[in-house]
């Protein structure tokens, strides 16, 4: 026989658990290599996980919503199909976690610390939780851990405040997921009128980080309209072409992004993040878009878009809206934007308030671009097509003086905006 062994793969240097939300082979189904596995789910991204072999599933150790250390071996494959099959290896919500010594992705990526010496690494997550509830972490090494190889996990942590007399609540929600079924749960009432179906894992952390974002930052919101008309003659007289050169269609997405890119580098207070009492000015603008696919948002980031001319740009935001529909953004898309945008009027909707994506301090959310009857300085009326905008900022860092002038300045960017030199 010659069996080999699926571990859970690191997504990110700071991500310790991922949560399988759907297999796609059964025991007794043959796999080819570069095939899909499983879909996972961590507090940043999801992707689809393929098989890096060829061969037969023998064993899936783990069920749908299991959340499983990185490292632990979660499917067995035979690849020597000449090998009967076993005929087992149904997932258990019970199984046990089977540690994988030679191949496992490594979860400590630096020396301990003194602090750590003599102690099973603390996850991100639990050092959090520990600062947050006043404990230094010296403490932690009389818990017991639950997790695998005895990793202490936010569970452990818990049950040890609530030992110390000190309640949990208030401890921060960014918590590891919990092992609970993504599968739908139906309960109806004797009348059949109600349906209760619980989140999936992508909507939790959604959920969690609105709610997380509110607490931190005080909202406040500009609005204002401005006048599209130009680029919208434009992108009707060059569709057509542009579609048939690139692949893919030029949308006012794109010429939104690049003013925010142009405007970003007038207002660096506005491309910047809080931490504490420090204002961290960033020195580059990593513009974020949201995309929406079937389960939620995700927000992938254009690297350095500050560096992209317009063509550059739309090829970026194309590339990656593409991987986000098809579930495979890596850590890198998502990690350290500094300033996002999304496109309300693509749902008819006129304008909107969009929470901040934490830790930026700001977000520029469109409307739809709708023909108005406007009076003209010299009291003429013409049809133009119009837009509403609204700049969403950090009260804490942005004053609405800062926030509105943003706002004026990039919809003047918009106007002014000569689109056939763009290209």
């Known amino acids: 026989m010659a069996k080999v062994e699926i571990v859970m793969p690191q997504m990110g240097e700071s ?34 996980i393929p098989s890096p072999y060829k061969g037969r599933v023998e064993f899936l150790h783990f069920s749908e919503g299991d959340t499983v250390d990185v490292g632990t071996v979660i499917a067995e494959l035979e690849t020597d199909l000449s090998v009967e099959f076993s005929g087992g290896g149904a997932p258990s919500p019970k199984a046990e976690p089977v540690e994988k010594v030679a191949e496992a992705p490594k979860v400590l990526t630096k020396a301990p610390s003194p602090e750590d010496e003599g102690r099973k690494f603390y996850t991100p ?54 092992r609970e079924s993504t599968k739908s749960v139906v309960v109806t009432s004797p009348s059949e009128r109600v349906e209760i179906i619980p989140m999936n894992n992508m909507r939790k952390i959604i959920a969690r980080n609105m709610v997380l974002s509110k607490a931190t930052s005080p909202h406040v919101n ?50 910047a993040s809080l931490e504490g009492d420090n204002i961290i000015l960033k020195k580059y603008i990593n513009l974020g878009f949201a995309v929406a696919t079937g389960d939620g948002l ?43 945008f999304t496109n309300n009027g693509s749902f008819g909707t006129l304008f909107a308030t969009p929470i901040i994506l934490q830790p930026q301090v700001g977000i520029y959310c469109a409307g739809v671009i709708k023909k108005q009857l406007v009076v003209g300085d010299d009291d003429s009326f013409n049809i133009r097509s119009i837009m509403y905008g609204t700049h969403t900022y950090d009260h804490r860092l942005v004053d609405g003086s800062v926030g509105g002038t943003f706002l004026y300045q990039l919809h003047k960017n918009l106007e002014e905006m000569d689109p056939a030199a763009l290209f």
């Open 298 to 340: 995700v927000v992938p980031n254009v690297k350095d878009a500050d560096s992209l001319n317009m063509l550059g740009l739309a090829r970026s935001v194309n590339e990656l809206a593409e991987k986000a529909r098809t579930k495979k953004l890596s850590m890198d898309d998502l990690s350290d934007g500094t300033f996002t």
């Open 222 to 271: 500009s609005i204002a309209e401005v006048d599209m008309t130009k680029i919208v003659k434009f992108r009707e007289s060059v569709k057509g072409d542009f579609k048939r050169d690139e692949g893919f269609n030029l949308t006012y997405t794109h010429f939104i992004m690049f003013a925010i890119v142009k405007t970003l580098r007038e207002f660096p207070t506005v491309n």
């Open 125 to 178: 997550l639990v050092k959090a939780l520990a600062k947050e509830a006043g404990i230094p972490l010296s403490e932690l090494g009389s818990i017991t851990g639950t997790g695998a190889g005895g990793r202490v996990n936010k569970a452990d942590f818990l049950a040890f405040l609530g030992g110390r007399g000190q309640s949990p609540e208030g401890i921060s929600t960014t918590s590891e997921p919990t």
């Open 15 to 48: 991500i310790t658990t991922g949560t399988i939300t759907k297999w796609t082979k059964a025991p007794g189904d043959i796999i080819e290599v570069d095939e899909i596995l499983l879909e996972i789910s961590t507090d940043k991204v999801e992707s689809e």
